[in-house]
């Protein structure tokens, strides 16, 4: 049974003195008791709310241990709505222009990317659902007031960079399925209402929500296969895109759209969104047993959705490839009219179907982000209307703008957006490997040593290439944009490297400033440090917590 959280629990854990010049954990222990003491007044149970369990999806109970078809329908759902994410206009984008670009010679870039976001995103699950708390929730539990909320802005800011993508993809698909009678001014406009009526959706329960996003994947996979029949690309030129990690002879411009590949495919706020969705399932996250399956069948279903985005993007990249290859300037906008030139009406609607089921299915995992981030970093719960209304209107302003008074630059915005999102990724992944990497939240199924560095480096390189990506936009740029450049990068580096340092590090640190401060904490540094939430898979929760689950169990 799980245990009813008070709402004092969710502050944070320094509180002012009375006095108002010390701040405090808890004084009722010393330092030789303070793994009894502290951990049970620390104990982080998932919340027990009878109304959103009502919401939640049952999982059937088989005998024995054996794989059973009917769990994994239960479970499926989380993992295509966060796939959807790898499907968005943004991602559309990039594979027209790797195609006509590099032709099949970055298909293992793509590739590869996609493996590296499923391992991400596994990481993200197993969080959510080993706690029973979603990412969101557990930043504000483990870091401080500033850089929680400094957290908090970066995943806005790459919301909303993405929101804006959708809008523009979206905008484009209306405005070639009318054959241009709508402008792509007057399509923003329209996505930005539409997204509304999926809001009723939720309503009809959760179950057809998902039913309806995976109608929209088909029609996008079914769209872009048709294509791909119709030009009829070379299988052997694809699989030796895949199987080959070169490009040979390949363009500087070809390196960039390598890079671009890899910053489009991963976002940081859909990170966030995947441990959020799968709390969507009825789990008992203080067995063991039961989380460990869980895993097992996320794990499944996350690959086979992920896998079903790779084919889809494969398909935009090789009908682009065989028929557009070294075509000067593609783009969203050019693409419409470059099919019907070469293959007709018909594909062309085809190809508007598929842009636009792009476009308005990605509307609804960035609104699900946003209120699970705004949800678990605030504390504040807002109506999704609500939220919707003003993440859209930040989105389509900015969007008209560029529409109204120069539409020409809409594949520079959608550009400097990869970039924005590839930026804000290290405020996704240093997270969710430092919390996956600690027994004290994850307990049993913390990340091994040989996954530790395997997640631990791929981060390396991904934040390698945005810093690459960044620098590669800003090349001959005038000099007070690389004075800019220089100094946010400066402060970028300082709070990457703040986040990269560790948990108990940052509880170090944070220590260390309220004794610089004159606000001295009332314990040592060890017990300071130890203080921390203890989750249900925590090593100590079984001990320190057991009497206040049986506590809370007695009261019920």
């Known amino acids: 049974m799980a245990v009813t959280i008070d709402e004092e629990e969710a502050e944070p854990l320094i509180k002012e003195a009375s006095d108002g010049s010390r701040y405090s954990h808890s004084t009722n222990h010393t330092h030789g008791n303070s793994l009894s003491a502290s951990h049970a007044s620390n104990c982080q149970s998932p919340i027990n709310d009878d109304e959103g ?73 197993r969080l959510g659902n080993a706690t029973g708390f979603h990412m969101a929730e557990l930043c504000h539990r483990e870091y401080p007031k500033c850089p929680r909320i400094l957290l908090w802005l970066m995943m806005e800011i790459a919301i909303i960079g993405s929101d804006i993508q959708e809008v523009i993809g979206s905008a484009i698909a ?6 241009h009678v709508i402008p792509i001014w007057a399509g923003c406009l329209i996505t930005g209402v539409d997204t509304f009526t999926f809001l009723l959706l939720e309503n009809a329960g959760l179950r057809k929500l998902e039913a309806f996003f995976g109608a929209l994947l088909l029609t996008m996979g079914g769209s872009f296969l048709y294509m791909y029949i119709t030009v009829q690309p070379d299988p ?19 390196g960039k759209q390598a890079v671009g590949i890899v910053g489009a495919v991963i976002m940081p706020h859909n990170i966030y969104l ?21 895993n097992m069948y996320y794990s499944i279903e996350s690959a086979i959705a992920l896998f079903m985005s790779f084919l889809i993007n494969l398909f935009v990249v090789a009908v682009f490839a065989e028929a557009f290859y070294q075509k000067k300037d593609p783009s969203l906008q050019n693409a419409g009219e470059w099919i019907r030139e070469r293959y007709g009406e018909v594909l062309k609607v085809f190809w508007g179907i598929g842009l636009l089921a792009a476009g308005q299915s990605s509307t609804m995992t960035g609104t699900y982000a946003g209120q699970f981030v705004m949800e678990g970093f605030l504390k ?70 040989i996954t530790k560095f395997i997640v631990w ?86 001990q320190s917590c057991a009497s206040k689950v049986e506590a809370s169990n007695d009261s019920g």
């Open 380 to 449: 504040i719960r807002w109506p999704k209307w609500r939220r919707v209304l003003i993440t859209r209107s930040i989105a389509i302003v900015p969007t008209l703008l560029v529409v109204l008074l120069a539409s020409s630059k809409l594949d520079t915005l959608d550009t400097f957006l990869n970039v924005l999102q590839s930026i804000q990724l290290p405020f996704a992944l240093l997270p969710v490997l430092q919390f996956t990497s600690s027994q004290r939240i994850m307990g049993d199924f913390k990340n091994g040593r």
């Open 274 to 294: 995947h441990s959020a969705l799968v709390l969507s399932r009825k789990v008992l996250h203080e067995r063991k047993d039961k989380v460990k399956e869980a």
């Open 236 to 254: 052997i030129a694809i699989l030796e895109g895949i199987a080959i990690p070169w490009c040979s002879n390949c363009s500087l411009e070809a």
């Open 53 to 125: 369990d009502a919401k939640k999806i049952d999982i059937p109970e088989t005998y024995g241990t054996r794989f059973s078809f009917r769990k994994l329908w239960a479970f499926t759902g989380p993992g295509f709505l966060m796939s959807i994410a790898y499907l968005d206009p943004g991602n559309i984008e990039s594979d027209l222009q790797t195609g006509a670009i590099a032709k099949y010679k970055l298909l293992w870039v793509l590739m590869w990317s996609t493996v590296l976001g499923l391992v991400l995103q596994l990481l993200a699950a």
């Open 457 to 542: 480096s791929l981060g390396l390189v991904v934040m390698s290439i945005n810093f690459y990506l960044v620098f590669a936009e800003i090349k001959q740029k005038p000099a007070w944009v690389y004075v800019i450049v220089s100094v946010v990068g400066a402060m970028y580096s300082i709070f990457v490297a703040y986040l990269a340092s560790g948990l108990k590090n940052i509880s170090r640190l944070e220590y260390w400033f309220l004794c610089k401060i004159g606000k001295s904490p009332e314990v040592d540094v060890f017990d300071w440090i130890n203080e921390r939430p203890m989750y249900v898979q925590s090593p100590f929760y079984s």
């Open 174 to 179: 209306i405005n070639l399925l009318s054959n």
